[in-house]
């Protein structure tokens, strides 16, 4: 028994002594983790101060090369045909953000005529090449006459030329009949193994098919890639001006076939404005329409169908049920109709080009009281019209539209210049007018802080080199600015209060927004929280009211082109590209920011205000995420993939459900189905659920606090604006043209 007792006291003692180890161990092991985090911590605290230091240089970096304007249409002219998968990363990326440059294809519209002859010098007149004709055909625009030779082929080269267009992915998106159009202004061309067909640097103005040979695409002497038959090269020349970014050289003898420009953009402004006067042509005979407004009557033109059908089809059935209103536009159609179930149905009559049926189911549901059928051999076209689209566009407005919104604006919308203001201004000479330093550098020229010596009242001085101007054929779009800027009174839109010129130059005076570009927001911070975003957008919402209620399309919206005040509000300017069409009017010009292109504009097929809306789903989108949702290596790509449409596009989980929702209504691919453009306008914007519970009242008033308000001293203060060197380059020589005599 005592044995046990002494046995279980040592056993006893032994787990008091392993227990007081295992405390020892355990408290030591506590210890050493405890200075290994005080270290971690301390490296970590280092980690984040030098992280802070790199993106402080990052964005010193970032500031000097903005100042830096990158080239202007760049050409894809070695488009393989590349098909990137369209996606966005989850969270956005902290890029190296370049400033961008717009893009404008306009001719000059000075010249009273336009030959786009296409070049016949080098081709095979005869007989067997020709297929025994060259037909001709002109039509006009505006002051301009446009001409075209339509040159017969065989039916083999058409074939094969269609095949190589069709298998682009660019000139794919055109319609069929515009595709052979092109086919038919074709010449050919053949090059000797070893010549340069396309040189890097030089001028581009053509597209080419190659259909027999094999050529070498380069860049800075490195070789990119090889291609043969049936590729197409070449073709962002055929949209604007741009220089080409790449060459290609023959490595064996070669035959293409090119058209140039000028050809191909007559060709989809003739397709386009004969689609649409055929349309208003068949909409204007229908009792249906006939009080509807041009410009309402126009946006029903843009939202019909054309839909064919062969001899004998049925285009409704008796008895189903219908949404769609029918005009028959081409070929012939039988109406029958039986009395009863029992009964066979019976003829009743013919429908002819310009009659109509299905009225009643634009109002609600129709059952189909009789069969309509084609009955023409060459087939029957009808433009279709849908319940939806039309309740969207028109509905019970047919009578209604907001043109007293500009008069609304202008009231409300508007700050006025008191009578003793306006007298100083009259007064002021380019000589009072003395600069302080340099707010931007742009295209034409420079803007400076200006000081006003007779009051010391500060403006912004926008400074544009004529010589410039003319070299670039921009003198339609500078006068554009002027006139439009002019005749603009918006809180939300910059004002320009006079102008100048002199031998050399021209000057906007313009209001000063000290609070800098929403652009270097944007750059330095990455990119905005949704309630920010809500903000800013609002901002230009309120500016494209105004404008588009006076005919206007602004057609350059992007970061840049937005300034902020000293409260932190957001202002448009820079009308370089704005344009008046007026309602119910379209332009065919190319230009316009890639990343914020419209596919109308991309595909030539005359666009409007509906453009804008497509920008601002743009903006939107870039501002939350800090990228732009349709993003390429070169304008091509991009346009490629902006032609893929924004349900190809995967958003990124920062992008609200709404948020989301609002950015595919405003870019749809169809213009009259986009949010902004339909029956009530931009306040149809305003009231999406996206925008529930913000104060439009306050924010027109100036009372709603901005999310951001930039630090400005006084009224000369420029800390928000980047650093720019002083203009080193050699005076422009003067010009005395007169074209400039109304600016």
Aim: hydrophobic share 35%; with cysteine; aromatic share 10%.
């Amino acid at each position: 028994m005592h044995d046990l007792r002494l046995a279980l006291r040592d056993s006893a003692k032994k787990l008091e002594d392993a227990e007081n180890t295992s405390n020892k161990l355990r408290t030591d092991y506590e210890s050493q983790l405890r200075k290994k985090d005080e270290v971690i911590s301390m490296k970590e605290s280092i980690i984040k101060e030098k992280d802070a230091y790199i993106t402080k240089l990052e964005q010193e970096i970032l500031k000097y090369d903005s100042t830096f304007v990158p080239s202007v249409g760049l050409d894809n002219s070695m488009n393989v045909n590349s098909s990137p998968r369209v996606s966005l990363l989850d969270t956005p990326t902290k890029q190296h953000r370049m400033k961008r440059t717009a893009i404008s294809a306009e001719p000059a519209q000075h010249k009273k005529s336009k030959d786009l002859r296409v070049v016949l010098q080098a081709y095979d007149k005869s007989e067997r090449a020709l297929n025994g004709h060259v037909r001709y055909f002109a039509f006009q625009c505006t002051n301009c006459t446009y001409h075209m030779f339509f040159c017969g082929r065989n039916e083999k080269t058409k074939e094969f030329l269609r095949d190589a267009i069709l298998n682009n992915d660019f000139m794919k998106n055109l319609e069929m009949d515009q595709i052979m159009s092109i086919v038919d202004c074709m010449y050919p061309l053949e090059q000797r193994n070893d010549s340069l067909i396309i040189k890097e640097g030089d001028v581009g103005n053509l597209v080419y098919i190659m259909e027999e040979g094999t050529v070498e695409v380069s860049k800075l002497n490195k070789i990119l890639t090889i291609m043969g038959p049936g590729r197409v090269f070449g073709e962002l020349a055929i949209l604007y001006n741009c220089t080409r970014t790449a060459s290609i050289r023959a490595l064996s003898h070669c035959k293409l076939w090119a058209v140039d420009r000028q050809t191909f953009q007559a060709i989809m402004m003739r397709a386009g404005m004969q689609k649409q006067t055929e349309h208003l042509e068949l909409l204007k005979n229908i009792k249906t329409f006939e009080t509807v407004r041009e410009d309402i009557l126009s946006k029903i033109a843009d939202a019909v169908d054309q839909v064919s059908y062969t001899d004998g089809e049925y285009i409704v059935r008796q008895g189903a049920k219908g949404d769609t209103f029918y005009i028959v536009a081409k070929g012939r159609a039988q109406i029958t109709q039986a009395k009863s179930k029992w009964d066979s149905a019976v003829y009743v009559r013919h429908l002819e080009r310009g009659d109509s049926f299905g009225e009643a189911a634009l109002q609600s549901e129709e059952t189909r009281p009789f069969n309509v059928i084609a009955d023409d051999p060459n087939g029957v076209t009808c433009l279709v019209l849908d319940r939806q689209s039309y309740r969207e566009m028109i509905a019970d407005e047919l009578s209604r539209f907001k043109r007293e919104e500009s008069v609304r604006y202008a009231r409300k919308n508007t700050t006025f210049i008191s009578g003793e203001d306006e007298r100083d201004l009259k007064n002021l000479r380019l000589a009072d007018i003395e600069i302080i330093s340099t707010l931007g550098v742009g295209g034409f020229g420079r803007v400076e802080l200006a000081n006003d010596t007779r009051n010391s009242k500060k403006y912004s001085l926008k400074q544009m080199k004529k010589q410039h101007i003319v070299a670039m054929k921009q003198q339609e779009h500078v006068m554009s600015e002027r006139n439009i800027m002019m005749e603009t009174r918006s809180d939300f839109i910059v004002r320009l209060y006079k102008t100048f010129k002199d031998r050399k130059y021209l000057y906007m005076l313009l209001e000063c927004c000290l609070g800098g570009e929403l652009w270097t927001l944007l750059r330095n911070r990455g990119f905005f929280e949704e309630p920010e975003v809500r903000f800013y957008s609002a901002c230009v919402i309120e500016a494209f009211a105004y404008l588009h209620s006076k005919g206007i399309v602004y057609r350059d919206l992007k970061p840049e082109n937005l300034l902020l005040d000293s409260k932190g509000y957001c202002k448009l300017v820079d009308f370089g590209f704005a344009k008046k069409v007026g309602l119910g009017r379209k332009t065919w010009t190319f230009c316009g920011t890639p990343e914020y292109v419209a596919p109308e504009i991309i595909l030539n097929k005359g666009h409007d205000m509906a453009a804008d809306c497509w920008s601002l789903g743009i903006l939107i989108f870039e501002l939350i995420n800090g990228n732009p949702p349709f993003s390429g290596s070169d304008p091509m790509k991009t346009y490629n993939i902006i032609l893929k449409g924004i349900d190809a596009i995967e958003f990124p989980r920062r992008v609200s459900k709404m948020a989301s929702l609002l950015i595919k209504r405003l870019c749809r691919e169809n213009p009259v189905e986009r949010i902004g453009y339909q029956k009530g306008g931009i306040s149809d914007i305003q009231k999406h659920k996206w925008f529930e519970g913000f104060s439009w009242e306050c924010l027109k008033k100036g009372t709603l606090t901005a999310p951001y308000v930039p630090k400005v001293e006084n009224d000369a203060d420029t800390q928000n604006f980047d650093y720019f060197p002083e203009d080193d380059s050699a005076e422009p020589d003067d010009d005395l043209t007169g074209w400039d005599k109304e600016f």
